[in-house]
């Protein structure tokens, strides 16, 4: 089992912190951004053509609630059943950066502010 440590690369391009990630940490998955079988997510793929590292970079859509690609029925129902909340995170890492936002992440063991 991995450890959990701030490490940037491993921010989700919705904003979740994959590091602190029960999967990621038992080996089951790569974390978001190197899972390739993620083609199924529009907010990877929207930051993957778009060069950026998350929605936190998006020069098209001001506001993180606003874009239809990451505030989606789907992400509701995710963020509603685990009372997490990405566009929080994305707004953190707006403000604070990556490198803050992997620390506090990996600090408080969790892979996403809670709701």
């Known amino acids: ?7 940037k690369s491993l921010i989700a391009a919705c904003g979740l912190y994959c590091g602190a990630c029960k999967r990621y940490l038992n080996e089951k998955c ?6 390739e079988k ?7 793929s929207c930051c993957s053509e778009n060069n950026y590292s998350s ?3 998006c020069k098209t859509v001001s ?3 606003d874009c239809k690609k990451v505030n989606n029925l789907i992400s509701k129902f995710f ?6 909340n990405r ?3 994305i707004n953190i890492i707006k403000k604070n950066g990556y490198d803050k936002f ?3 992440m990996a600090e408080k063991k969790t892979m996403t502010i809670k709701k």
Not at 1 to 7: E, R
Not at 38 to 44: E, F, L, R, V
């Open 87 to 89: 566009l929080e995170c």
């Open 55 to 57: 929605c936190a970079d």
């Open 38 to 44: 993620a083609t199924w997510c529009k907010t990877k």
């Open 79 to 84: 963020s509603l059943i685990f009372r997490s």
């Open 102 to 104: 992997a620390r506090e």
């Open 63 to 65: 506001e993180a609630k």
């Open 30 to 35: 790569p974390g978001c951004k190197k899972n």
């Open 1 to 7: 089992m991995k450890t959990i440590t701030a490490d």
